[in-house]
């Protein structure tokens, strides 16, 4: 157990961040929250972490620049901050704002469909931050309820603008592949490849998002990813009965599978469902922002290259033990999600067991899924059968050693379509049960 040891005892710091927790892992790799050493005030910051090679050799890298330099001037209140970028030999870095409040994904995974005046109040801040970075000529390219983060005050952050190019969109048998599964909120255009316009392509991923958070689940949904594909380019979708006439005729504008008579951001705006409570975001414009480090990064100059340093204090210090549980508080270190039959894009629970025991019930739980497993000291990854009904779905674990008869383990998602997660996990989940501690005082609240 000693890696697993070592990985819990050290501390990496890039530049003047000490990094933390792994946060998520979405279309451009890892995201891990990180702590401003320097900071007297507000610490908390999320890093992405990206291929250096993968960007500075693809053809890209002027718009990527581009788009990074115009976003960081980007001050939105609904809109993630980007604040810094670094580069070491191998990796860019992407500073971002931290955001506590989870995606707004996990709430409809949760408790199902919103209301509709709350849909409606997500999808109004959803429009505003699309409206404002086209105006700045920055699309988003790959909307979808991932990218919707919430802060601690439940305001919507749209992550990832400007972002596009880093992604790992890929295409097999002609075939368009996002890192997250199938191509749910992709517009029938971008499908087609047939060239598009960034400004009425996001406008239908908006759409679909407003539907899902109204319905709880997808106006497009086919194991098949041919059948899908004929949908979306048909439009071929219908409505559950609890939708307003009003948001539907909307939507019905959005899905439009024309893009040339797709309803526009302008006419959203003045539209009479979408303008019910409206409120003007209020923000300021941006200040004189230093360029330095983009220009830095992208320019591949060597002056001003981070490198990752280990430090290693002898035990898990408590930041790392904070940072690694939900919230950032010490109350939820040991993840009650579990108990409560809810699991976020990621969860861990505590097990007194051996390690390699658990990471044998690991093992036995997920074969029966259809699950790939592939083992590496302490770490595992979970890969779902492509052809299987619940898509390509992938997880990765991590057993750590809190204590001598302690251990974490970190289940996370890194593929696959969110919903069909919270699916696998509640099978996968039972399968672990007898491994699983649960401390006393949470039997009590849970019982
Ligand atoms: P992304 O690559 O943006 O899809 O990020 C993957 C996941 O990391 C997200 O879905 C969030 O759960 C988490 N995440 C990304 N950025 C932040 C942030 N700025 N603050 C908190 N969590 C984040």
Not at 27 to 39: D, L
Not at 259 to 264: A, E, G, S, W
Not at 306 to 332: D, H, T, Y
Not at 393 to 398: C, G, N, W, Y
Request: glycine share 6%.
């Amino acid at each position: 157990m000693s890696r697993a040891s070592a990985a819990m005892g050290s501390r990496t710091l890039v530049g003047k961040y000490e990094l933390g927790r792994t946060l998520g892992e979405g279309s451009f790799g890892k995201v891990k929250f990180a702590r401003n050493t320097q900071s007297t005030g507000e610490y908390a910051v999320a890093i992405k972490i990206i291929d250096r090679h993968r960007v500075l050799s693809s053809h890209m890298v002027e718009q990527i620049k581009r788009e990074i330099s115009t976003m960081k001037m980007i001050k939105h209140p609904n809109v993630l901050n980007i604040l810094e970028v670094m580069a070491s030999k191998t990796k860019i870095y992407i500073v971002l704002e931290y955001v506590g409040g989870g995606e707004l994904f996990d709430k409809i995974a949760r408790q199902g469909k919103l209301k509709e005046g709350v849909a409606r109040m997500y999808f109004q801040q959803l429009i505003n931050a699309v409206d404002y970075c086209h105006s700045r000529g920055v699309y988003h390219r790959d909307l979808k309820p991932e990218n919707l983060l919430l802060d601690s005050h439940g305001v919507l952050k749209v992550s990832d603008f400007g972002l596009s190019a880093f992604s790992k969109q890929v295409r097999e048998d002609g075939l368009l592949h996002t890192a997250c599964g199938t191509p749910n909120y992709v517009a029938p255009e971008v499908l087609n490849d047939k060239g598009y316009d960034g400004t009425t392509s996001d406008v239908w991923s908006c759409g679909v998002i407003l539907f899902v958070l109204m319905a709880g689940y997808l106006p497009f949904e086919e194991p098949n990813l041919m059948v899908l594909y004929r949908k979306i380019y048909k439009a071929d979708f219908s409505f559950p009965p609890w939708f307003s006439s009003n948001a539907k005729r909307l939507i019905k504008r959005i899905l439009d599978p024309n893009p040339l008579t797709r309803i526009t951001i302008p006419e959203i705006l003045e539209n009479d469902w979408f303008k019910k409570d409206y409120k003007q975001p209020c923000f300021r414009q941006e200040e004189d922002v230093n360029l330095d480090d983009v220009d830095a990064v992208f320019n591949d100059s060597e002056d001003y290259l981070v490198s990752e340093r280990k430090e290693k204090p002898v035990s898990m210090n408590a930041f790392e033990l904070i940072s690694r549980s939900q919230g950032f508080s010490l109350e939820n270190l040991f993840d009650k999600q579990m108990q409560q039959g809810l699991v976020k894009r990621e969860t861990r629970f505590t097990s007194t067991c051996p390690a390699n025991e658990i990471m044998s019930k690991i093992e036995e739980a997920a074969k029966p899924l259809g699950f790939n497993v592939h083992k590496r000291n302490y770490k595992m990854k979970l890969q779902g059968d492509k052809s299987g009904r619940k898509g390509q779905l992938a997880v990765a674990t991590e057993v750590f050693e809190v204590a001598p008869s302690l251990h974490m383990v970190e289940l996370r998602k890194t593929g696959g379509d969110t919903l069909e997660f919270h699916k696998f996990y509640k099978t996968f989940s039972s399968g672990l049960k007898d491994i699983v501690w649960t401390s006393d005082s949470n039997k009590e609240e849970t019982s």
